[in-house]
C-alpha cells in the first residue's frame, strides 16, 4: 500500500467521515501562512467529521455548542494522531487549528492560517457553496474539517469538480440567513453576519460595553448588568470557547439532507 493509502486507511480508522489529501502547491486560494509554517511543505491531509442533523435540527443551542466542542474535540485527536503517525515515518507534520487559538493580532476576524475549506475542496471533499461553507456530497454542509501539513510527498487526489450547490436555483441559506448577510451572488457580509453568530463573542462584549458607556452607567446598572443572563451567556462562551450562535445556513441546505 502507498503511503497515501496508509494515511488516509489510519484517518478512517481514527473515525474520519472523509479524508483527502491536497497538494500544497496546488492549493491557491486559502493557502495564508502554509509555507510561513512549513517552507517544505508537499501535502495537506484534509478530515472532515459530520456534524450530525438530529443536533443541528434539535434548534437548542447548549446542544448545539456542545456538539460542536464534541466535534472539534475529536478533529484535535484525529489530527494529533496523523502527525505521530507522519513523524514515526520520518516526516514532518504539523496539525492545523480547527478552532481556537487563532492570531488575534491580525485585526481580520476569525480566519486561520490556512483557509480549511479551500484545502477540503482542493483535497476532493467537496465545493464552496453559495453559502461560502464546504458542501460535500454525502453532508452537504454539515462537517467539521481539520487538516495536518506535512514535508511527506502524499500524491494529491483530484480537486472537486461537481457542481452540488444550485446556488441562485435554490438559495435556501439565502432566505434562511435571519440577518440577510448571504447574496444570491455567493457573497457574505461579514459585518452582518459576524454580531447574529458571533452575538456572546467579541462582537457582544463590545455591544454591551458601549451600551454601558453610552448610558453613562453608574455603578448599580453595571451590577445589574453583570447579574443579567445576556452577560451569563457571554461569560459561558468565553469559558467553554463555544462561540457559534447561529446554523441557519447549515441546516437550510437541502444537499446531503437525511432526516424528513
Same mark, same amino acid.
Given at each position: 500500500?502507498? *503511503?497515501? #493509502? =496508509? @494515511?488516509?486507511?489510519?484517518?478512517l480508522?481514527?473515525n !474520519?467521515? &472523509?479524508?483527502?489529501?491536497?497538494?500544497?502547491?496546488?492549493?491557491?486560494?486559502?493557502?495564508?501562512?502554509?509555507?510561513?509554517?512549513?517552507?517544505?511543505?508537499?501535502?495537506?491531509?484534509v478530515?472532515?467529521?459530520?456534524?450530525f442533523?438530529?443536533?443541528?435540527?434539535?434548534g437548542?443551542?447548549?446542544?448545539?455548542?456542545y456538539?460542536?466542542?464534541?466535534?472539534?474535540?475529536?478533529?484535535?485527536?484525529?489530527?494529533?494522531?496523523?502527525?505521530?503517525?507522519?513523524?514515526?515515518?520520518?516526516?514532518?507534520a504539523?496539525?492545523?487549528?480547527?478552532?481556537l487559538?487563532?492570531?488575534?493580532?491580525?485585526?481580520?476576524? *476569525?480566519? #486561520? =492560517? @490556512?483557509?480549511?475549506?479551500?484545502?477540503?475542496?482542493? !483535497?476532493? &471533499?467537496?465545493e464552496?457553496?453559495?453559502?461560502?461553507?464546504?458542501?460535500?456530497?454525502?453532508?452537504?454542509?454539515?462537517?467539521?474539517?481539520?487538516?495536518?501539513?506535512?514535508?511527506?510527498?502524499?500524491?494529491?487526489?483530484?480537486?472537486?469538480?461537481?457542481?452540488?450547490?444550485?446556488?441562485?436555483?435554490?438559495?435556501?441559506?439565502?432566505?434562511?440567513?435571519?440577518?440577510?448577510?448571504?447574496?444570491g451572488?455567493?457573497e457574505?457580509?461579514?459585518?452582518?453576519?459576524?454580531?447574529?453568530?458571533l452575538?456572546?463573542?467579541?462582537?457582544?462584549?463590545?455591544?454591551?460595553?458601549?451600551?454601558?458607556?453610552?448610558?453613562?452607567?453608574?455603578?448599580?446598572?453595571?451590577?445589574?448588568?453583570?447579574?443579567?443572563?445576556?452577560?451569563?451567556?457571554?461569560?459561558?462562551?468565553?469559558?467553554?470557547?463555544?462561540i457559534?450562535?447561529?446554523?441557519?445556513?447549515?441546516?437550510?441546505?437541502?444537499?446531503?439532507?437525511?432526516?424528513?
Amino acid at each position: 500500500m502507498s *503511503l497515501k #493509502g =496508509e @494515511v488516509k486507511k489510519f484517518a478512517l480508522e481514527l473515525n !474520519a467521515d &472523509l479524508v483527502g489529501v491536497c497538494s500544497s502547491e496546488s492549493m491557491v486560494e486559502g493557502r495564508g501562512n502554509l509555507f510561513e509554517i512549513m517552507p517544505d511543505a508537499k501535502a495537506l491531509v484534509v478530515v472532515a467529521l459530520e456534524h450530525f442533523e438530529p443536533v443541528l435540527n434539535s434548534g437548542n443551542l447548549q446542544i448545539l455548542q456542545y456538539s460542536v466542542h464534541q466535534l472539534y474535540h475529536e478533529i484535535d485527536r484525529i489530527l494529533y494522531a496523523l502527525s505521530r503517525f507522519l513523524s514515526k515515518k520520518g516526516f514532518k507534520a504539523v496539525p492545523l487549528p480547527a478552532y481556537l487559538p487563532i492570531d488575534m493580532e491580525k485585526g481580520s476576524g *476569525l480566519i #486561520g =492560517e @490556512v483557509s480549511l475549506r479551500h484545502a477540503a475542496q482542493c !483535497a476532493g &471533499l467537496g465545493e464552496i457553496g453559495l453559502n461560502r461553507l464546504l458542501i460535500t456530497p454525502q453532508y452537504g454542509p454539515r462537517v467539521r474539517l481539520g487538516a495536518v501539513i506535512t514535508s511527506a510527498d502524499l500524491t494529491p487526489d483530484e480537486p472537486f469538480k461537481g457542481e452540488l450547490c444550485k446556488r441562485e436555483k435554490c438559495a435556501a441559506c439565502v432566505r434562511a440567513c435571519p440577518v440577510g448577510a448571504i447574496s444570491g451572488s455567493g457573497e457574505v457580509n461579514v459585518f452582518k453576519c459576524a454580531p447574529n453568530i458571533l452575538k456572546y463573542f467579541i462582537p457582544g462584549i463590545i455591544s454591551t460595553i458601549n451600551s454601558l458607556a453610552e448610558r453613562e452607567a453608574g455603578w448599580k446598572e453595571i451590577q445589574d448588568q453583570a447579574r443579567n443572563p445576556e452577560t451569563w451567556k457571554i461569560l459561558q462562551v468565553l469559558t467553554t470557547g463555544m462561540i457559534y450562535n447561529c446554523f441557519k445556513c447549515v441546516t437550510s441546505c437541502p444537499i446531503g439532507k437525511k432526516e424528513k
